[in-house]
């Protein structure tokens, strides 16, 4: 029971944390525009060792562990697509908390099991519009298993104390917060196995190998600056009606003044939030909208792209909604306004696939 109560403690605490971030990112939804570059990142929690069962000789024995810890050091580097792949050097370590079964006399316990790993990982982060992202991660590597005075396993008074590599491999999975433009907050999981190492005790042999389960709590700092998006284009007003002529010709009739039919709004990198600019472009357009006495109005989505197609054409649909819900409280009837989502099929400026560019994240709103 004290081992379960040991693991459920950290992993509470992170299943709290994982709960509370949602609601932060919502609240700065807009604000963080996460970077791209190489990065480091380092985490530490609560490890625990599965039972193993241990060769020693003709004796099978099961080897049972309390509580342990893990730290590990990664280092990698984030793609704007999502993947980040990474080297990762870790550190567990348990103690052993009771050693069963095994030839008649053979008695004793007690020791630690240690690995340190070396990990090839390749992670991928969820985009979810937020500083908040779930991720998982898989990786294979070399494992240096440590029994520091394990015993007694295959005779009385037997004591293991030697190293042995094996190999390895781990999957996970967590979370990440973006708290700035290049530093996250990260809560993860971590299952590491790996294969039997043999280790010596004089004459005798012992096979054991080592599979844990880690709670981790960290933090990751990428060295690269987020790009910034450009303001929004703002269309001039239109120019004051000329002066009457002076008396005695009556005056000409003042002319209505021209009206813009083609404004353009400009959004930051995957996000769908309108700027304090964009704002007022589109009072602009409720102005002109009234006094051109328009009835229907059309807005098309855009984005660059970065992402896949089927992203940014969902990306587009929420800017393009985004400017609709703007002008309806502009007081914009519903239906003056139909809305368009391009994805990334009508560039303003062509580029490849997968480049960042400002200039095509944006929104167009024509009037007839």
Do not use: C
């Amino acid at each position: 029971m004290k081992k379960w109560h040991n693991l459920l403690a950290p992993m509470v605490s992170a299943a709290a944390l994982m709960v509370a971030l949602p609601s932060l990112a919502m609240a700065q939804d807009g604000e963080i525009k996460t970077a791209s570059g190489p990065y480091l990142g380092l985490s530490a929690g609560y490890n625990w060792t599965r039972d193993t069962n241990v060769n020693a000789g003709t004796a099978l024995n099961s080897m049972d562990f309390s509580e342990g810890y893990t730290g590990i050091l990664e280092g990698g580097y984030r793609f704007d697509n999502g993947l980040r792949p990474a080297l990762e050097v870790g550190y567990s370590t348990d103690v052993v908390d009771k050693i069963t079964g095994g030839p008649v006399g053979r008695y004793g316990s007690g020791g630690n099991m240690s690995a340190i790993t070396i990990m090839g990982v390749v992670n991928y982060d969820f985009h979810t519009g937020t500083a908040l992202r779930p991720y998982v991660n898989a990786g294979v590597g070399l494992a240096r298993l440590h029994m520091d005075r394990v015993g007694s396993l295959s005779a009385p008074g037997v004591l293991y104390d030697d190293w042995d590599s094996t190999f390895a491999w781990q999957v996970g999975a967590g979370f990440s917060y973006a708290v700035a433009d290049n530093m996250d907050l990260t809560v993860g999981y971590r299952y590491l196995d790996t294969d039997k190492g043999t280790f010596k005790a004089g004459t005798q042999r012992a096979k054991a190998d080592y599979r844990s389960h880690s709670a981790l709590i960290g933090v990751r700092y990428v060295f690269g600056a987020p790009e910034q998006a450009p303001a929004p284009t703002q269309v001039a007003p239109p120019p004051p009606p000329p002066p009457p002529p002076p008396p005695p010709p009556p005056p000409p009739p003042v002319e209505a003044p021209a009206i813009t039919r083609n404004f353009t709004v400009f959004f930051d990198f995957d996000k769908a939030t309108l700027s304090a600019d964009a704002q007022g472009v589109l009072q602009n357009v409720a102005r002109d909208a009234k006094a051109g006495k328009i009835v229907n109005i059309t807005v098309s989505g855009h984005a660059d792209t970065a992402g896949s197609a089927q992203y940014n054409q969902q990306l587009s649909q929420r800017r393009a909604e985004a400017v609709r819900e703007y002008l309806l409280s502009q007081g914009m009837g519903s239906a003056q306004i139909s809305v368009e989502a391009k994805g990334e099929t009508d560039l303003l400026v062509p580029t490849a696939d997968g480049v960042r560019e400002p200039s095509n994240r944006r929104a167009v709103i024509i009037f007839p």
